[in-house]
């Protein structure tokens, strides 16, 4: 039996292996590099794709496929946005339905004077069946659907490079004044999911009533500003908006469709529905009614229920609506009749009808429904769940599918900068001292203890591939294990006095001991990590000692600046998150790497402590990113500002994760129109209106 069981862990070990080889021996494809940012962005095309005659009502879009799909990876991403115009369209069966008993209008009067056409990514769908999620937890978490699906921002990454923005709600937009203007044109005759037209005064409303409110908004986010200064917004007519900006602000339309706000929030917002809870149009007494039903001690809380995509009341511009309000043992969302999408054949999208989520109590129940074959999509990646999910695949009658994201970094080592100690100040401000902490960590032997494969040695990097190239050699600098450089470094900044035990005293004679606190949340492995570093570094003389925390208790402490040394994982952006919305890679406020030094440049030195000149130049380039219009430069620029990370090495990093395993996802082969590798781990702009059941 024990030899049995040798046996089987021996060749699930070789399986993971044999699957990440293939993995890293096929390299990521590289999109396609991008062109100079345009000041307008294209209408659709004016020329008219011919549409075939309707069918009749209950007729499904497609027919059933009868070929195997393929596997992760094996193809690129064929869907396209802007696929021409059609003008004949047919509809689902039980929309004809209730067209023909006069509950809803014709389809060509619930869709835009210009829908935006969807070429599928494997063929026409047929309408129907049920998609089969789940919600892992007992709480209020959501999935998918709402947190992402729901979202209909004004622009959108494109399904075959995250990089490049394009129409969506907004049909075009046109940059002036040096890129300070911003003139946005909507898509013509959107309407809510309960018919009521989508225009500009949603937007306004969205505006004027949130974003200046200053309950609601106290301080609205710096992403909305340019030169300290907040954008102003106008309504030029009923489907015209403008952003008006007091410096260039060439990346605000790449915002406005990013991973995070503002994606959402200008097209959340319908006016005709929130006016009623809002205290500057809605009735008093109402309102106060509404809060006492629910609960509620303050209206923001409330006003903010009322928006949310949680609440099925709310009117969406989303593919599916929700039926109730989490948590619930099912979540139920259903299609939206009004919605605006339709594919090349002018079949109004979504072509799944349902969408049923059910609530699991972990993610280990979710594994086991997902290897019985009883869930559709199912987001179980990672190393840790390759080898049984690899060994259902037959079983449970299911595909891997890959997906793109900002590579993790596990077990990041931070430095408390402004640490009140005046020996370890001096030391954790000197990047000698940090480098040779670097090249002192045995990151291969890390991988082989700890994660048998899946990552990659590594500081903390961005995305590979164009155009921020996380795999690159920049980004391998001070990980070579090198123990003999470390100690020449340490001897080189005067460490050479030791106690009895070997290890090295501080510039005072006395002991220097680091103490890490070692998260357990994100990764949990955090503290076995940081205890194999305590070992390396024994080894060159710095004595260390590892202190476990609770998630929750590490970010509180470390905060508030009560760190000695920390470790954590960390991100530097890339994919749907470009970087400059990371914390990290800009020293923005929530920096983890030094908090204080961020505060110090956020509040104008004002708050915190004054940061080297390195931090100050990120900031400088983190101005002239932003309204650079030429893609080139921009990329140019962030690279200036990886090398400044790299020489400085305020963090040190192990290892960063391979995306397409630690975002793997597995789908059932029932469902169709699935790309086999998405730009985003959230999968939203993959078109998921487009998949459908092949039953």
């Known amino acids: 039996m024990k030899t049995r069981m040798l046996t089987v862990r021996l060749f699930s070990i070789l399986l993971v292996a044999a699957l990440l080889i293939q993995g890293c021996a096929s390299a990521t494809p590289a999109p396609p590099a991008p062109p100079a940012a345009p000041t307008a962005a294209p209408a659709a095309p004016a020329a008219a794709t011919k549409a075939p005659a309707a069918p009749p009502a209950a007729v499904v879009a497609g027919p059933i496929l009868k ?139 969205w505006w004027q009533d949130v974003v200046l409110n ?81 609960g509620f001690q303050n209206w923001p809380d409330f006003f903010a229920q009322k928006a949310s995509n949680n609440n099925p009341e709310r009117p969406t511009i989303g593919a599916w609506i929700p039926t109730a309000r989490p948590p619930n043992a099912v979540e139920v969302h259903v299609r939206n009749p009004y919605y605006w999408k339709v594919d090349t054949a002018g079949n109004q999208l979504p072509y799944i009808g349902e969408i049923r989520s059910t609530r699991t109590a972990d993610t280990e129940a979710a594994l086991l429904k997902t290897i019985a074959g009883e869930l559709d999509f199912s987001r179980m990646g990672g190393t840790v769940n390759l080898p049984v999910l690899s060994d259902n695949k037959q079983k449970g009658n299911y595909r891997f599918a890959y997906a793109d994201w900002m590579p993790n970094s596990f077990g990041n080592i931070m430095f408390n900068f402004s640490t009140k100690d005046p020996v370890k100040n001096k030391l954790y401000n000197t990047k000698e001292f940090r480098q040779a902490l670097s090249v002192a960590i045995n990151r291969e032997e890390i991988i082989k203890l700890i994660y048998k494969g899946g990552v990659f040695a590594s500081q903390v990097a961005p995305m590979r591939g164009a155009p921020y190239h996380g795999e690159s050699d920049l980004f391998q600098s001070w990980t070579k294990f090198n123990p003999d450089q470390a100690n020449q470094m340490l001897d080189k900044i005067g460490l050479t006095a030791k106690d009895k035990d070997g ?33 390396y570094w024994a080894k ?156």
Do not use: C
């Not at 710096?222 to 030029?236: N, S």
């Not at 001991?513 to 205890?531: F, G, N, R, V, Y």
């Not at 129109?673 to 702009?685: A, D, L, R």
């Open 503 to 535: 290890f090295r005293l501080g510039p005072d004679g006395k002991e220097l001991l680091l103490i890490i606190s070692a998260t357990t949340a994100w990764p949990a492995e955090t503290p076995q990590l940081m205890d194999l570093v305590k070992g």
């Open 214 to 294: 200053k309950e609601l908004t106290p301080s609205p986010s710096t992403l909305l500003t340019r030169g300290g200064k907040l954008a102003e917004f106008k309504q030029i007519d009923d489907f015209t908006i403008q952003f008006s900006f007091a410096e260039p602000y060439a990346l605000f339309t790449t915002y406005l469709g990013s991973w995070g706000f503002p994606r959402g929030a200008p097209t959340s917002y319908p006016k005709h529905y929130l006016s009623q809870f809002h205290t500057k149009h809605g009735e008093k007494a109402k309102i106060e009614a509404g809060m006492k039903e629910g």
């Open 67 to 205: 070929d195997k799909p393929v596997e992760a990876g094996e193809r690129p991403v064929q869907i396209k946005v802007g696929e021409g115009t059609v003008t004949k369209f047919q509809e689902a069966p039980e929309l004809a339905e209730k067209v023909a008993k006069g509950q809803l209008p014709p389809v060509e009067k619930r869709l835009p004077a210009n829908p935006l056409v969807i070429k599928p990514e494997e063929a026409i769908g047929k309408y129907g069946g049920t998609l089969r999620m789940a919600v892992v937890g007992q709480n209020t978490l959501t999935n998918e659907v709402n947190n992402w699906w729901l979202t209909e921002s004004l622009t959108n990454p494109s399904p075959q490079d995250a990089t490049k923005f394009i129409p969506n709600v907004a049909e075009s937009w046109e940059w002036s004044d040096g890129h300070k203007v911003l003139t946005m044109k909507l898509r013509k005759g959107i309407k809510w999911s309960d018919g009521q037209p989508f225009t500009a005064g949603d937007v306004n409303f």
């Open 540 to 695: 060159i003389g710095i004595k260390a000692t590892v202190a476990p925390e609770a998630g929750a208790l590490w970010g509180t402490r470390h905060n508030a600046g009560e760190h000695d040394v920390s470790a954590r994982g960390a991100h530097f952006g890339g994919g749907p998150v470009h970087p400059t919305l990371n914390s990290n890679t800009f020293a923005l406020s929530g920096w983890q790497w030094a908090p204080e030094w961020a505060l110090w440049l956020d509040t104008g030195g004002k708050q915190g402590n004054e940061p080297p000149a390195e931090v100050k130049r990120i900031r400088e380039i983190l101005n002239q990113i932003l309204g650079e219009p030429d893609e080139a430069k921009r990329n140019a620029l962030m690279q200036e500002v990886f090398k400044i990370h790299m020489d400085q090495l305020w963090s040190i990093g192990l290892v960063v994760d391979d995306p397409k395993f630690g975002q793997l996802t597995t789908v059932h082969n029932r469902l169709r129109n699935v790309v086999t590798w998405s730009i985003s781990g959230e999968w939203w702009p993959m078109i998921p209106q487009q998949w459908f059941i092949n039953d």
